[in-house]
């Protein structure tokens, strides 16, 4: 993969090329970014840089084998790590090197894809997958070979942030340490969950989102659509140029939240008081309960972010706003005067805690009933500025 095939991002480009040029390359490094910004792009693009002892910035003038094995991602001394869990063909002990052709598939077809495509293309979106011991032990038995083409080997740690605790304690010791011309990239959408012993040894860089410039741009290459359109869905994509490809083709997983969000608020305000209604969100998170549980952690992290936007509606932040239903019978500015000051908050949290007990295998359906009784009283809370 090719700096110039990456999105913008370039004073991280800049700062890997110049470092590598210079000889200081870190044993260690953590990416951080959101969704869509194109960190594992980059990662993958700066291994093939130091393998192939690329330079001009665009990895060419190198050795022409070792780029060709990075076309179709199979250059021996480039190591991937990432979340797995067990499927139908991998019945238990699942590790990464058994999800090699569809990992080449992902990132032939969506390299700024999520750990939701990833769990898509493997079919099990309803399961979680993590980062175990199994897969440290494969990581110290990989790493402790010689690189087949004699130079830098590295490992690329996709969505770090999923390494359980034992797997990053056994890892602990290698990151500092490791192997002489072994490099560590990790990749993460939260660094704060990933242990600090972890963290404190590697060298961060923060990636930005994407500019809807840099967006509308890409848009427009990839998809030859009009520069209008373009823009109109790099403004709704915030930054994230996965979300963007999706909105092309409207089947951005987000179509079907927002129908399960509007269904859900409204018959969580009609069921103060309400019996039927009540009856009707119980069948609602019943019906949630039945999709995957990654899928229920995705729909809910929507929901936060709908909240927060309708709030910065309400308090005539536009500038800030991006989003725009699909829904015609749903109106944003409507809605927006029941997210307030006094429980946005609570919402939030709410949110967040839901996240957190289906993220360790909790009741989803009791978890999203009690969540939807809990939201009929937070709506119907008066802000503190109108009192």
Sequence with gaps: MLFSEILGQNHIKSHLTLSADAGRIPHAQLFVGPEGSGTLPMAIAYAQYILCGNSNSENTNGNESCNLKFKSISHPDLHFAFPV???????????????LEEWRQLLAQQPYGNLFDWYKLLGVDNKQGRIGVDEAQDIVKSLSLKAYEGGYKVMLIWMAEKMNTEASNKLLKLIEEPPEKTVFILIAEDEEQIIGTIRSRCQILHFPRLSEVVITEALVKKYNIDEAVATKIAQQS????????????????????????????????????????????????????????ETQKQFLHFCINYFRQAMLLNYKANELVYLEPKSESFKLEKFAPFVHDSNIMEITNELQDAIYHIERNGNSKIILTDLSIKLTRLLHKKSQANA
């Design 85 to 99: 869990t067990t499927n139908d063909k991998i019945k238990k002990h699942p590790v990464s090197k058994h999800f």
């Design 238 to 293: 915030n930054g994230n140029f996965n979300k963007a490809c999706d909105l092309v083709y409207q089947d951005s997983e987000d179509i079907q939240f927002e129908k399960w969000f509007i269904a859900w608020v409204r018959t969580a305000f009609k069921a103060k008081g309400n019996k039927a209604s009540i009856r009707a969100l119980i069948t609602w998170a019943e019906d949630i309960a039945k999709t995957g549980r």
